[in-house]
């Protein structure tokens, strides 16, 4: 019997039993604020350290080095704005494939004397050599690169162009929010390279929305986004939400255990359905990099995305149609644009993004009706032509 398939990973993940059976206690019985001295306090603290511990466990550093936010969003914003107010006016340099809390944070800074430019990237989305030397050339004070990409997965080898920019002195971080669980994540060995600052977040990898994490090299001096009580190291003060942080926490220690197996699996149904599309005459972005296992963006020639994304909605299929975060804006995506696709094809981009429990059947029926719908459309657009 058909059931609805949920292929939308990148966007939000469901959150794993485990990691909700270990929240709940939190929101009733155990309900302290972390910063009260009672028992009820006390216990609220202690939660939030071993979270803390098991985050920094994930993704290979101390527990002192993270930073509790309110999400990938609040965690890029804080080092961008963060490292801006500490080092004063420069140049910030950011990948033309970033994030847009990266990017828009960045420009922000142009209204405090500040430069921003975007490192340009190649047909598949990475880095281009070049344009990321000359760059490096004018001296950036902070340069921010992606480590795996939100909407086509593109992986970029953050070790090495830190490594490249540690002769100028310049603050690295890099958005990891959609690596960590899927692939290696390793703080001590890319900050012994050069990488500063890392993004994470709960809720891509199975936790709850509302909670994330800059891991954080503490001899890097950030100005707060939010001033108050001083929690986070003085970084991030208010109230810890300490639900979402305990579940972050049992949501990191378990996507870590889980990926090997779950990424070999995801690549595998990857494969399945990128044949599927190549017999469509899809094109597939990011095809000649490295990518995430669980990642497939493509197009259709004459299909418009959004179009697409709805009619599969009702055939009982969530996919995206770009990043989730900047979905309510209109045109083809800015990461399409960056990597040199034409905006005739850019806008019938459509992201399928698989889970920890994708199933073979799932991948087999969404091609089956992916090919429905493109007939029914190209059916249309003829009798209305």
Not at 17 to 38: C, I, K, T, Y
Not at 188 to 209: D, F, I, M, Q
Not at 280 to 294: E, K, M, S, V, Y
């Amino acid at each position: 019997m058909f059931a609805p398939a949920y292929l939308d990973h990148n966007a939000t993940t469901p959150v794993a039993p485990q990691v909700l059976e270990a929240m709940l206690p939190w929101f009733d019985q155990r309900h302290g604020n972390a910063s009260s001295r009672h028992e009820y306090g006390r216990a609220a603290w202690a939660a939030i350290d071993e979270a803390r511990a098991r985050v920094a466990a994930a993704v290979g550093a101390h527990a002192t080095e993270v930073v509790f936010t309110g999400g990938g969003s609040e965690a890029n914003n804080l080092f961008v704005k963060g490292a801006a107010a500490k080092l004063g006016p420069g140049l910030v340099a950011v990948s033309a494939t970033e994030h847009p809390s990266v990017r828009e944070a960045a420009r922000s800074l142009q209204s405090q004397s500040w430069r921003c430019a975007e490192i340009g990237v190649d047909p598949d989305g990475r880095v281009i050599p070049a344009r990321y030397a000359g760059l490096l050339a004018e001296r950036p004070a902070m340069v921010s690169v992606m480590l795996a990409n939100n909407e086509t997965g593109v992986i970029q080898d953050i070790g090495v162009l830190a490594e490249q920019a540690r002769p100028t002195r310049a603050w690295f971080h890099a958005d990891a929010v959609q690596a960590l669980g899927k692939i290696d994540v390793d703080f001590r060995a890319l900050n012994a390279r050069g990488v500063h600052a890392l993004t994470v977040s709960a809720h891509k990898l199975g936790g709850p929305k509302g909670a994330g994490a800059l891991i954080v090299d503490k001899r890097v001096d950030l100005a707060p986004l939010i001033h108050g009580g001083g929690q986070e190291r003085g970084l991030r003060s208010g109230t810890e939400n300490v639900p979402a942080i305990v579940g972050f926490g049992v949501a990191c220690e378990l996507a870590v255990a889980e990926k090997s197996a779950v990424a070999a699996r995801q690549r595998m149904l990857r494969g399945e359905l990128e044949k599927g599309l190549a017999e469509q005459g899809a094109t597939i972005f990011g095809l000649g990099a490295a990518r995430l296992p669980n990642t497939v963006y493509f197009a259709l020639p004459g299909i418009d995305g959004e179009t697409l994304v709805g009619k599969l909605d009702r055939a009982g299929f969530a996919v995206a149609s770009g990043a989730a975060c900047s979905s309510a804006k209109v045109g083809p995506s800015p990461v399409l644009m960056a990597m040199g696709v034409v905006p005739e094809l850019a806008r019938g981009a459509v992201r399928v993004s698989l889970g920890r429990e994708t199933t073979e059947r799932q991948t087999r029926d969404f091609l089956q009706a992916l090919v429905a719908t493109v007939f029914q459309l190209k059916r249309l657009a003829a009798l209305a032509s």
